[in-house]
């Protein structure tokens, strides 16, 4: 029977993951650089993940999880609901952004992301337009209005990530937008 994974292990391998497909790209990582960052033997690193894919999947998810649970945050936060949802996507836009900025290989990772998250990715997208109409009604705004206009922030502020990659496109850009697109009902 096969030892129990620990989390803490599971954490180290996925820091040591996303460090080496910054560095080196989804092509050129392999399974033994993964290991040798992350300080395990390369049979332990089979134990936790049984290919390149699934330890790229499984670092895709743990960031996401992670810029899901800050945009919560920010959401909650104090401030109007626009204010919430600028702050909210400024942060996502910039976070990507600073994972992004030092890699050589931020074209390649972001292709692949759609290819192994495009789930993951509606998802959190189906949830941040969920969050920002339920905001925006809270505030008075009729139901469909704020379910529209918030999947249009949404395909705006992905846009503009789209875009990103040797643009000058900054997180206040962002802002900029999502205010102007929820100033009135």
Known sequence: ????????RTKKILAAAQ????????????????????????????AYFPDKEAVFQATLSAVLDDMKAEA????????SAVERAA???ENK????????????????LLDNT?????????EINAWLSARLAELLTGEGWPRDQASRRADLVLAC??????????????AADVGFVVRRLLAAP
């Not at 029977?1 to 803490?8: D, L, R, V």
């Not at 080496?20 to 092509?27: D, I, K």
């Not at 919560?72 to 401030?79: H, T």
């Open 1 to 8: 029977m096969p030892a129990p994974k620990s989390e803490a």
């Open 19 to 46: 460090a080496e497909f910054l560095a080196n790209g989804l092509r050129a990582t392999t399974m033994q650089g993964i290991a040798k960052r992350a300080g395990v033997a390369k049979p332990t690193l089979y």
């Open 72 to 79: 919560e945050r920010m959401l909650e936060g104090p401030g």
């Open 87 to 89: 702050s909210a996507l």
């Open 93 to 108: 836009f910039s976070r990507m952004a600073a994972l992004l900025s030092n890699s050589p290989h931020a074209g390649e």
């Open 114 to 122: 759609e290819a192994f998250a495009e789930q993951a990715l509606a």
């Open 157 to 170: 502020v992905d846009g503009l990530f789209g875009a990103y990659a040797g643009s000058r496109i900054e």
